[in-house]
C-alpha cells in the first residue's frame, strides 16, 4: 500500500508538527508515507468562497498529484470532504478540452482520500496507537468530520485507547463553531459570537485540551480562549495520538499538576529520560 | 416574464453583517433565541427519534423525490390542478407577482365591499406583503393568531416563522407562546397571565371572524387530482376562518402542489414532526365550494414571483421541494444568534438564504449587496441538511449562488477577496511559489509575534488579520513549514539525536 500524505495548505503553513505528528504515528505503526512536494492545495477555500475559476486548476493538480498512490491520508476532514466530494463535481462541471481525463482520475483519486481518523480505523484497523497522553481531553465533532465526512465515533475510539487520557464530555458539542472558512471574516461578529459559546462550552467542560480533526477551527476556538487569557490548548487529533510515553510502562502521571506542567512551555515537565520515544 | 416585480427586498435593509450587527446587540432578544431554539431542537430531535429505524429516513426520500418528479413535470400538475379546482366550483388564479396577487385579493374583497378580512398568514402572504397591500386599497386585515398579529405591523421581517413573537418579551404574546410550549411538555413552565393586548386581540377577532365576508386562509399544499387544499395547523384560527366567511382565499407557491392524496400522507408526517409535534392539532382540508355549507366562493391564487426562475436553475431548484416546515431554522447557528430579521425577508434562516436570492433573479442576472449577501450568511455547517425533511443540500446550494455572484460577477465586486484568492491560486498553482509564501510568512513571524500567537491587528491596516483578530487572537507562522522540515530533515529520518522527537504535545518555538 503506497500511502500519500496530503499536507493541506493550511497544516503546512501554519500547523507544521500536525504534520510531523503523522508521520512519527504511522512510522510507529509500520508504514512510511511519501510526501508528494508537487502537492499545494486543495481548493476548499476557493470553492467554497464561490471562487471555482481558481478551485479546478487545483483540483486537477490534486488529482495528477495523488493518483499514483493507493491511499490518501489527510489530517483536516475539511480537505478531506473537500477531495472526496467536491472535486468530482469540479470535474462534472468543467468542459474544456482536459475534463474527461480530470474527470476519470478526480472520481478514482476521490474515493481514496481519507482523513486521518478514517484512515487509521477503516484503512489500517486499529484503535490502539499506543499513545500516551495524561491529560483531560474534550473532543469538537467539527462539522466536517462529522456531518460531511460521517467519521461518527472514530474519533472518540482512538482517544479512549490513549493511555492516561481522561475524555471531558463537551456541552452542545455537535454545533457549529463558527469558523466556516471565510464566514469567519465576512461575518466575523457572528462568527465570534458562535465560538464564544463554543469557548464557553470547552471552559465549562473542564477539559486541559481541546482536540479535533481540523486545525482551522481549532485555530478559531483556540484563538477565542488565548484572548480569554484561557489555559485550555488546542491539539489535533494526530499530536495526541502521536505523543508517547516518557519511558515504558508509564500509564499515568502521577499527579495534576505534573500533567499540567508537562503541558506548559513557561515551566516545562522535570527533566525525564527520553526512552521509549520509537521513531 | 420581465416586467415582473419580483420578491420585493425590505426597503432599507443593509446587507447582513450590518444587520447581524444589530441583532446580536439585542442581547435579551438573543436570550430568547436561544431558548427557544434549544426548546424545538429537543422536542423535534425527541418527535423524530421515537420512530422505528429508517422510518423517518424513508420519509424523507419520499417527500423529496415526490417534490422532485412534481418540479420535473410543473406545468402538468399545475393544470390538473386548475382543472379540479375549477370543477369542484372553485376559481384559480394565476399571478406572475406579487403585485398580481395583491390586485387580486383586494379584487375580491371590493367584490363583497369588506372593509375588512381576515387572514391567516404564511410564508407566502408574507413575500407578497398582503397586509401592506390590503392597507393601501384601504382594508384591515385581521391576523388570527396573537403572536402573528403583534408582529405584522410594519414591514419588519419577522425573527421567527413558527415563533414569529420571539423577539417580543415574556409579558407580551410570547408569554402564551410559552405556555403552549409548556403544554407541548417542554421545561419552560413559567407560568405568564394573559395581558391586556392578548384579551382585546382574542375579543375583537372572534367578533370579526363571526361577521367578516372574506379570509385568507394559508395552506401548506394543494392536491391536484381532486383541487383539495390542505393546511397543517397549531392554532384554530384557520379552521374558522376557512369556514364562516362568504368567500374564502388562499395563496399558495406554484411549487405547493402535490399530485394524489397518497402523496399527502407523506407530508402530513414530514411536517408535524419537522415542528416538534406528532401530528398537527388542526388538518383542514377544504375543496371548491359545497352548496349551503362553508364559503359561497373560493379562491386559489397561484403565485409565481420568481419561481419559474428558481426552477430553470439545476442546483438551486431544490430550494422549491421546501414545505415550509421551518425545521432548518432552529437548527442553524447563524439563525440562533442573529434571528430572522437580518435576513431581510419572509423567507428567513437557512432556506431563506437559498431562496430569496433566487426568487430576486441570482439565476439570471445581478443583484443588489443586501441579496448578495445572503448566501455567504453560512458557515456550510450542514444542521440544515440533516433535518430538511425534503432533503435539500443547502450548503450545495449556498456554494453554487457564491459561484453565480463571484464567478459570473452577479454580485457586487468583491475586489479584496478577488484579489487574495487569484493570489492564493496563484501560489498554489507552482509548490515552489508556495515555499516562497512561507518563507515570508516565517520572516514576518519575527515581527508579529515570538509568543506563538498574533493579538490584535488594527482592522484597517491588515484586511483579513485585522478582521480576524478583532476578538481572536491568530496563530503565528512557525519558523518552518512541514515542507520544509520533511525536505530537510528526510521526514524526520535524519532528524539524528538534535531533533526534535518530542513527546510533549505539541512544540511551541
Known amino acids: 500500500m503506497r500511502i500519500a500524505l496530503f499536507i493541506t495548505c493550511f497544516n503546512d503553513t501554519l500547523f507544521p508538527e500536525t504534520g510531523k505528528s503523522v508521520v512519527r504515528l504511522l512510522r510507529r505503526l509500520g508504514h512510511e508515507v511519501a510526501f508528494p512536494y508537487a502537492q499545494t492545495c486543495c481548493g476548499r477555500m476557493h470553492f467554497d468562497a464561490g471562487h471555482r475559476r481558481e478551485a479546478l486548476p487545483l483540483a486537477r493538480a490534486f488529482a495528477s498529484t495523488f493518483a499514483p498512490y493507493d491511499v490518501v491520508v489527510t489530517p483536516s476532514a475539511s480537505c478531506a470532504a473537500m477531495a472526496r466530494n467536491r472535486h468530482p463535481l469540479l470535474a462534472r462541471d468543467a468542459d474544456d478540452k482536459r475534463a474527461d481525463v480530470h474527470r476519470a482520475r478526480a472520481d478514482a483519486v476521490a474515493p481514496r482520500v481519507f482523513e486521518f481518523g478514517e484512515f487509521l480505523v477503516d484503512v489500517l484497523g486499529v484503535e490502539d496507537v499506543g499513545a500516551f497522553f495524561p491529560h483531560t481531553v474534550a473532543y469538537q465533532p467539527t462539522c466536517h468530520s462529522a456531518r460531511v465526512l460521517g467519521v461518527g465515533d472514530r474519533p472518540l475510539r482512538l482517544l479512549r485507547k490513549v493511555r492516561g487520557l481522561r475524555l471531558a464530555e463537551l456541552p452542545h458539542a455537535d454545533e457549529c463553531c463558527g469558523f466556516g472558512g471565510t464566514f469567519a471574516l465576512d461575518n466575523a461578529e457572528t462568527s465570534t459570537a458562535m465560538g464564544a459559546d463554543k469557548a464557553a462550552a470547552v471552559t465549562a467542560s473542564g477539559a486541559q485540551v481541546l482536540c479535533a480533526a481540523d486545525n482551522s477551527c481549532l485555530a478559531h476556538i483556540g484563538g477565542l480562549l488565548s484572548r480569554q487569557g484561557s489555559r485550555v490548548r488546542t491539539m489535533h487529533l494526530a499530536d495526541i495520538l502521536a505523543a508517547t510515553a516518557p519511558f515504558p510502562g508509564l500509564t499515568a502521571y502521577p499527579s495534576d499538576d505534573l500533567a499540567r506542567a508537562s503541558l506548559d512551555p513557561v515551566h516545562p515537565a522535570p527533566a525525564h529520560p527520553r526512552a521509549g520515544a520509537a521513531g | ?509
Open chain 2, 1 to 509: 416574464m420581465t416586467t415582473a416585480r419580483r420578491e420585493p427586498a425590505f426597503l432599507g435593509m443593509p446587507p447582513f453583517p450590518k444587520a447581524a450587527h444589530d441583532a446580536l446587540a439585542d442581547t435579551a432578544m438573543g436570550d430568547n433565541l436561544r431558548e427557544e431554539t434549544r426548546a424545538f431542537r429537543s422536542r423535534r430531535a425527541e418527535v423524530v427519534d421515537e420512530l422505528p429505524p429508517f422510518v423517518w429516513e424513508k420519509l424523507r426520500l419520499a417527500g423529496a423525490a415526490i417534490k422532485d418528479g412534481v418540479l420535473a413535470q410543473l406545468p402538468r400538475h399545475l393544470d390538473a390542478l386548475e382543472a379540479s379546482v375549477t370543477a369542484a366550483g372553485g376559481t384559480v388564479h394565476w399571478a406572475r407577482d406579487a403585485d398580481e396577487a395583491n390586485a387580486v385579493i383586494v379584487g375580491i374583497a371590493r367584490e363583497h365591499a369588506a372593509a375588512q378580512v381576515v387572514t391567516t398568514a404564511s410564508t407566502t402572504t408574507r413575500e407578497i406583503g398582503l397586509t401592506e397591500a390590503l392597507a393601501k386599497a384601504g382594508i384591515r386585515a385581521w391576523e388570527t393568531d396573537p403572536a402573528q398579529s403583534a408582529t405584522q405591523s410594519g414591514r419588519q421581517p419577522r425573527a421567527h416563522t413558527v415563533v414569529p413573537a420571539v423577539r417580543r418579551h415574556r409579558t407580551g404574546p410570547r408569554g402564551r407562546l410559552a405556555r403552549k410550549t409548556a403544554a407541548a411538555g417542554a421545561s419552560d413552565t413559567r407560568p405568564v397571565r394573559p395581558t391586556g393586548t392578548e384579551k382585546a386581540t382574542r375579543r375583537d377577532l372572534r367578533d370579526v371572524i363571526a361577521h367578516v365576508k372574506v379570509a385568507v386562509a394559508r395552506a401548506d399544499f394543494a392536491i391536484a387530482e381532486t383541487g383539495t387544499v390542505c393546511a397543517a395547523e397549531s392554532a384554530a384560527g384557520g379552521r374558522l376562518c376557512s369556514a364562516l366567511p362568504d368567500a374564502l382565499v388562499t395563496v399558495l407557491g406554484i411549487e405547493q402542489v402535490i399530485p394524489t392524496w397518497r402523496d399527502a400522507e407523506v407530508f402530513l408526517q414530514l411536517l408535524p414532526r419537522s415542528t416538534g409535534e406528532r401530528m398537527a392539532a388542526y388538518t383542514s382540508m377544504w375543496t371548491g365550494v359545497t352548496s349551503g355549507d362553508g364559503p359561497r366562493s373560493f379562491h386559489l391564487v397561484l403565485l409565481d414571483n420568481g419561481r419559474s426562475d428558481v426552477l430553470a436553475d439545476p442546483v438551486g431548484r431544490q430550494a422549491l421541494r421546501c414545505i415550509g416546515c421551518s425545521a432548518c431554522l432552529p437548527v442553524c447557528p447563524v439563525y440562533e444568534r442573529v434571528g430572522g430579521q437580518p435576513y431581510g425577508s419572509a423567507h428567513t434562516g437557512p432556506i431563506g438564504a437559498i431562496l430569496t436570492p433566487q426568487l430576486r433573479g441570482l439565476n439570471r442576472h445581478s443583484v443588489d449587496p443586501q441579496t448578495a449577501s445572503l448566501p455567504y450568511a453560512s458557515t456550510l455547517c450542514g444542521a440544515c441538511v440533516d433535518v430538511c425533511p425534503v432533503r435539500i443540500d443547502i450548503p450545495g446550494v449556498l456554494t453554487h449562488q457564491r459561484a453565480q455572484l463571484t464567478d459570473l460577477g452577479r454580485g457586487p465586486a468583491r475586489r479584496g477577496e478577488k484579489a487574495a484568492m487569484k493570489a492564493a491560486g496563484w501560489g498554489f498553482a507552482e509548490p515552489w511559489r508556495l515555499g516562497l509564501a512561507q518563507h515570508a510568512a516565517a520572516l514576518g513571524r519575527r515581527v508579529v509575534g515570538r509568543s506563538g500567537r498574533i493579538g490584535r491587528v488594527p482592522r484597517l491596516l491588515a484586511g483579513p488579520l485585522g478582521a480576524w483578530t478583532a476578538d481572536r487572537d491568530a496563530p503565528a507562522p512557525p519558523p518552518e513549514s512541514f515542507r520544509a522540515w520533511f525536505k530537510r530533515t528526510n521526514g524526520g529520518l535524519d532528524e539524528g539525536a538534535s531533533g526534535d522527537q518530542s513527546e510533549s504535545p505539541r512544540e511551541e518555538s
